[in-house]
Nanobody, 118 residues
Framework: QVQLVESGGGLVQAGGSLRLSCAAS????????LGWYRQAPGKQRELVAA??????????NYADSVKGRFTISRDNAKNTVYLQMNSLKPEDTAVYLC?????????WGQGTQVTVSS
């Protein structure tokens, strides 16, 4: 079992920045993918960014809509994955969910709300 707890969401003006954190606990060894998804009202959940290889990995993937603005990173010592979000736009408003894949089982955090005002 893997537990994921997000923090760092909030309200920010367009052009601003936020950093999301996701603390992982439990059976973190063997996590093969760490990532962030988001879901806006009335829209499908979409992948924002991911690290392939989990806490040992370095290959990252980003949605086209966030490339150059968002950065995913990890801190192995803290078992924490971050999402640095810069140049935020109103269309980035969504619930952001932390994600982990381990032995073909998906784990999700409870989500944190990010609201970007215009």
């Amino acid at each position: 079992q893997v537990q994921l707890v997000e923090s760092g969401g909030g309200l920010v003006q367009a052009g601003g920045s936020l950093r999301l954190s996701c603390a992982a606990s439990g059976s973190t060894l063997g996590i093969t993918v760490l990532g962030w998804y988001r879901q806006a009202p009335g829209k499908q959940r979409e992948l924002v960014a991911a690290i392939v290889g989990g806490f040992s990995g370095s290959d990252t993937n980003y949605a086209d809509s966030v490339k150059g603005r968002f950065t995913i990173s990890r801190d192995n010592a803290k078992n924490t994955v971050y999402l640095q979000m810069n140049s935020l736009k109103p269309e980035d408003t969504a619930v952001y969910l932390c994600y982990a894949l381990r032995t073909r089982i998906e784990y999700w955090g409870q989500g944190t709300q990010v609201t970007v005002s215009s």
